[in-house]
């Protein structure tokens, strides 16, 4: 069973980086898939961060306007998020999920609320 | 960017009510659209991904259809468990985009 769990600090600075880890177990990343970030603000809805996958391809939303870094440690079976900058406005429950090609999401973490505050 | 429109907003049914969720998109998507359950404190789950095929382990009483711009979910006979929101989501072109949401409430 392919289960995905992000970890990290729950309240980051304004300012600072915001930085998260999802390690996957049930499934070896460098078998394939693509791997995302999606967070969702309280109260609203659903937003792609970006993805990678297992050869380094990346995709970046183009909104969060140049802040964000994804990275994959396929030794760790994990990947990794940094959101540098932030503000209230990245206040959210982030998720790490999978994604086969046709770009749905097929499994997901559970969640980690993330309070950016000084 | 595609922009994702769903309708309604918010719902109200009761257990055993048909119920149909509408999606349009600003272009045509093919039929690169996805469905998702989200109950409070839960992530996502996929229901239906491209227009119509059900994920495995979802209940038959889900169905989707539709292609290019207007798609539609369906839940034939509502049960109590499916009291959710539910989110729409093209994976046409990057950035991928999801709708804003529809609240099925209990009448």
């Known amino acids: 069973q392919v289960q995905l769990q992000e970890s990290g600090p729950g309240l980051v600075k304004p300012s600072e980086t915001l930085s998260l880890t999802c390690t996957v177990s049930g499934y070896s990343i460098s078998s394939g898939y693509y791997w995302g970030w999606i967070r969702q603000p309280p109260g609203k809805g659903l937003e792609l961060i970006g993805s990678?996958?297992?050869?380094?391809?990346?995709y970046y939303n183009p909104s969060l306007k140049g802040r964000v870094t994804i990275s994959v440690d396929t030794s760790k079976n994990q990947f990794s998020l940094k959101l540098n900058s932030v503000t209230a406005a990245d206040t959210a429950v982030y998720y790490c999920?999978?994604?086969?090609?046709?770009?749905?999401?097929?499994?997901w973490g559970q969640g980690t609320l993330v309070t950016v505050s000084s | 960017d595609i922009q994702m429109t769903q309708s309604p907003s918010s719902l109200s049914a009761s257990v055993g009510d048909r119920v149909t969720i509408t999606c349009r998109a600003s272009q045509s998507i093919s039929s690169y659209l996805n469905w998702y359950q989200q109950k409070p404190g839960k992530a996502p789950k996929v229901l239906i991904y491209a227009a119509s095929s059900l994920q495995s382990g979802v209940p038959s009483r889900f169905s989707g259809s539709g292609s290019g711009t207007d798609f539609t979910l369906t839940i034939s006979s509502l049960q109590p468990e499916d009291f959710a929101t539910y989110y729409c989501?093209?994976?046409?072109?990057?950035?991928?985009?999801f709708g804003q949401g529809t609240k099925l409430e209990i009448k």
């Open positions: 999920a999978r994604a086969p090609a046709l770009g749905y999401f097929d499994y």
């Open positions: 989501q093209q994976s046409y072109s990057t950035p991928y985009s």
């Open positions: 990678i996958d297992h050869s380094e391809s990346i």
